[in-house]
C-alpha cells in the first residue's frame, strides 16, 4: 500500500509557465516531506524539503506547500525550464521505532516543452 | 570534493554468478543505503545501515547481501538467489538519525550501477 502516492506519472508544461507536481501522504506521523529531482542513468538530487511545522518553504524558482489537514504537497517551479526535464521523487519521513524511515512516492515525469 | 561514488557504471554479468556493487562516501556519515530502481517504478529500499557492523533489511532484501566493516563503505552482493537482478542500483547515504533532527533525513545519492544479467 503507498503511502506516498505521486498520482501524475508525467506533466508537460511549457518553458515559462509553472510546473505544479502534486504528493499525497496516508501517514499522518510523517513530519518531514522532501522532494528530489532525477535525471536518467543518475542517482536523485536533493531539490527542497519542509518540516511539518511549516505550510511553505521557497528556495529560487522552486516552492513548496504543505496542507496537512488534506495531507497533501505540491512543488511548485516558476518560470519552468528546459532543464527542469526530469523525473521528480516525493519523499516523507517518520520515526519508525528508534530510527528514521524513509518513503518514496513513484516519481512524476516532467517535460518542459521550449 | 565530498560525495558518493558508485562503481562501475555499467556492470554484466551470466545468471547464476554473484556480483557486488561498490558504494564509497566520504561526507562522514553514519547511515548507508540500498535502493534499486526499475523503469516506471520508484525507489524500492533494499537494504540500509544505521551504523558501522549493523545493517537491517529493506523492503526487498531478498537475494541481496551486504556488509559494513567500515563507515566509508557499503557494498552490495547480488546473489544467483535474486529472480530479477537486472536494475539500476542506487547508494545513498545520510547523516543518520539524531533525535529532534529530521533534518538530517536528507539522504545523498550516488550516480548508480546498472546492473545487466545476461
Known amino acids: 500500500d503507498q503511502q506516498v502516492k505521486q498520482n501524475s506519472p508525467s506533466l508537460s508544461v511549457q518553458e515559462g509557465r509553472i510546473s505544479i507536481l502534486n504528493c499525497d501522504y496516508t501517514n499522518s506521523m510523517f513530519d518531514y516531506f522532501l522532494w528530489y529531482k532525477k535525471y536518467p542513468a543518475e542517482g536523485p538530487t536533493f531539490l527542497i524539503s519542509?518540516?511539518?511545522i511549516k505550510d511553505k518553504n521557497e528556495d529560487g524558482r522552486f516552492t513548496v506547500f504543505l496542507n496537512k489537514s488534506a495531507k497533501h504537497l505540491s512543488l511548485h517551479i516558476v518560470p519552468s525550464q528546459p532543464g527542469d526535464s526530469a523525473v521528480y521523487f516525493c519523499?516523507?519521513?517518520?520515526?519508525?521505532?528508534?530510527?528514521?524511515?524513509?518513503?518514496w512516492g513513484l516519481g512524476t515525469s516532467l517535460a518542459v516543452n521550449p | 570534493d565530498g560525495g558518493i561514488t558508485q562503481s562501475p557504471k555499467y556492470l554484466f554479468r551470466k545468471e547464476g554468478q554473484n556480483v557486488t556493487l561498490s558504494c564509497e562516501q566520504n561526507l562522514n556519515h553514519d547511515a548507508m543505503y540500498w535502493y534499486r530502481q526499475d523503469p516506471g517504478q520508484g525507489l524500492r529500499l533494499i537494504y540500509y545501515s544505521q551504523i558501522v557492523n549493523d545493517f537491517q533489511k529493506g523492503d526487498i532484501a531478498e537475494g541481496y547481501s551486504v556488509s559494513r566493516e567500515k563507515k566509508e563503505s557499503f557494498p552490495l552482493t547480488v546473489t544467483s538467489a535474486q529472480k530479477n537482478p537486472t536494475a539500476f542500483y542506487l547508494c545513498?547515504?545520510?547523516?543518520?538519525?539524531?533525535?529532534?533532527?529530521?533534518?538530517?533525513?536528507?539522504?545523498?545519492f550516488g550516480p548508480g550501477t546498472r546492473l545487466t544479467v545476461l
Open positions: 545513498a547515504s545520510s547523516m543518520g538519525e539524531i533525535p529532534g533532527l529530521a533534518g538530517d533525513d536528507e539522504q545523498f
Open positions: 519542509i518540516s511539518s
Open positions: 519523499a516523507a519521513s517518520a520515526w519508525a521505532g528508534n530510527n528514521r524511515k524513509l518513503i
